[in-house]
């Protein structure tokens, strides 16, 4: 093995090997059997009128498959950063929904009445980053009943002077300290590792577009039916999103939604049918279909610029992109393993939901996590002093670990967003109501 | 004898970023017979980029997670680096890696 230092005479016997790569033999399109290749997906090969109808067919046909020919929506919900993935869900959605005469107008136009596009912005979170509504403006700038919801990050902490912020902040009884946009800019900056900025920006950015999607629908269809909400999430971006979700001890909740195909969270319907389209397919379409003067525009994000090893998901993500290069086949493998996680929790005891990132959560995170890290014996005794209950008893452990993953370590000093009392408040019904269910089988203690 | 061959080269997926937010360059390559794109990649790591070259190149190859385009065709079915280039050739460099 090589000693990493490059001046060094011992050297890697693997370095030199080259990359293993299987070549396709055949040099014409695999579909139409008459035209030169121009791209090669995985092993096969595509002209490039076959290589657009193959991967817009590959949508159209899990829409036809999804979604019945005799339902009509009143909106479809799609969440955009503005980054190749959505700009290519947000085409080819809008290509199916816009009525055209000819070839190309595959299915009925009119499964929504209207496309509703969220956009989150990250740029009072993220140096450098910039507001990219202008140029999701003129991504939908030709399309007939589309319209542009747009939030802010700092918008999260509206209404965040609930008892869990305060508890949280280590006041019980008071609400939290700071203005709104003041508490956003405390959590980031409090924060140490990038690999928990980004898990804060993730989770704080799925939520928004969550709530406003259901602020919308409620005024559409009101508070008791679904509506679809799409995210843009490639085969590669789940691969990754996979292994570093189980890296940041998000296993639990794995089977539960993130990275499944179909989900239901906040009362929308969440599809994800880009997880079987790669992120070299994706560029590869937006570079040959979508119009120049709109583009995808690639934000800054927390780690732009930054060596692998800056965070839990850059180096996920050089691992999975090497890995494609190498190996073509084994990322879309890793992505279809993932739409067959199925959670095994519900007969377990204890079930709950984290009421920060609202997936499941196992109980007692810090019985878990106190049995695997080192702590002093003055913290424990005096965290068993304490009557309030602990972080760990209403977060998740992935959420838990980021969390208290700040300066202030022993003390959270932040507010948390809104709806973590909302999502406190509804777990607490749920176990009314079960109790009012099951009520004429217990016992009083009287009898 | 050397040769003078022009390209024309577009980066995009924020790689443009790494060259001074130019969305495109004009290079003109000097090689001793046919320039292929292993020469394209050096050059413009050695005369383009002014910081942070490890977030283009890796050895004399792109790294991983960077999708070239010679005359919109996949350069995998061109040879990758061994690829001989043409006068006039358009070479598109597209990154799909967020960090970088």
Redesign the interface.
């Known amino acids: 093995m090589s000693c990493g230092n490059p001046q060094s005479d011992v050297k890697d016997p693997g370095a030199e090997t080259p990359e293993r790569r299987t070549k396709p033999k055949n040099k014409i399109c695999l579909k139409c059997k008459t035209e030169a290749?121009?791209?090669?997906v995985r092993h096969a090969?595509y002209c490039?009128n076959c290589f657009i109808f193959t991967t817009s067919g590959k949508f159209l046909k899990w829409f036809l498959a999804t979604f019945k020919t005799t339902d009509i929506y009143p909106a479809f919900y799609i969440g955009v950063s503005g980054?190749?993935s959505s700009r290519y869900l947000l085409h080819v959605l809008q290509t199916q929904l816009t009525p055209r005469k000819g070839k190309g107008n595959f299915i009925r136009p009119g499964a929504a009445e209207k496309l509703v596009v969220i956009y989150v912005n990250h740029a009072n979170v993220v140096p450098g980053a910039q507001n990219l509504r202008k140029d999701i403006e003129n991504m939908i700038k030709g399309y007939p009943n589309a319209e542009i919801i747009e939030v802010d990050v700092d918008s999260a902490w509206k209404d965040s002077q609930s008892s869990i912020s305060a508890q949280l902040s280590g006041l019980p009884g008071q609400p939290p300290s700071g203005t709104t946009s003041s508490s956003t800019a405390d959590l980031f900056d409090s924060t140490l590792a990038t690999s928990s900025l980004e898990s804060h920006l993730s989770l704080l950015t799925h939520h928004l577009i969550l709530r406003e999607a259901r602020k919308h629908a409620d005024g559409l269809v009101g508070k008791d039916k679904e509506l679809p909400l799409f995210l843009a999430t490639s085969a590669?971006r789940v691969t990754i999103k996979l292994l570093s979700s189980m890296s940041r001890g998000r296993g639990w909740s794995l089977g539960s939604g993130e990275v499944q195909p179909e989900s239901s969270q906040f009362g929308m319907r969440i599809y994800q049918p880009l997880l079987n389209t790669s992120?070299?397919e994706?560029?590869?379409f937006n570079?040959?279909v979508v119009p120049d003067d709109s583009?995808?525009v690639?934000n800054r994000?927390f780690?732009?610029?930054?060596?692998?090893k800056?965070?839990i998901?850059?180096l996920t993500?050089?691992l999975v992109?090497?890995l494609?290069?190498?190996f073509p086949s084994t990322v879309s493998t890793v992505a279809k393993t993932g739409n067959k996680i199925s959670f095994a929790g519900e007969a377990k005891e204890g079930e709950r939901l984290c009421t920060l990132c609202g997936w499941p959560a196992r109980a007692k995170a810090n019985d878990w996590k106190n049995g695997i890290a080192i702590t002093k014996l003055d913290d424990k005794v005096e965290s068993t002093e304490s009557d309030q209950p602990s972080l760990a008893d209403i977060l998740c452990y992935g959420c838990y670990t980021n969390l208290t993953d700040s300066r202030a370590r022993s003390e959270v000093n932040y507010a948390l967003p809104g709806w973590t009392n909302e999502y406190a408040e509804s777990q607490k019904l749920t176990e009314e109501s079960m109790r009012e269910e099951i009520k004429d089988c217990l016992l009083d203690d009287d009898e | 004898m050397s040769t003078t061959t022009n390209l024309k080269i577009e980066f995009?997926?924020?790689l443009e970023?790494l060259f001074n937010n130019t969305p495109e360059l004009n290079v003109s390559l000097s090689t001793q017979g046919k320039p292929t794109v292993r020469d394209l990649i050096k050059h413009l790591a050695d005369e383009h980029i002014n910081e942070?070259k490890?977030?283009f190149i890796e050895g004399d190859t792109v790294r991983?997670?960077i999708?070239v385009?010679i005359n919109?065709?996949?350069w995998?079915?061109r040879d990758e680096l061994d690829g001989e280039l043409e006068q006039g050739d358009v070479v598109?460099f597209?990154?799909?890696?967020?960090?970088?």
């Open positions: 290749p121009v791209i090669q090969l490039r980054g190749p590669t992120s070299k994706i560029a590869y570079k040959y583009k995808p690639v994000t780690s732009t610029f930054a060596p692998p800056s965070s998901d850059r993500e050089e992109v090497s494609e290069r190498g | 995009g997926g924020g970023i942070r490890e977030l991983p997670g999708l385009l919109d065709c996949d995998e079915l598109v597209i990154s799909t890696l967020h960090g970088g």
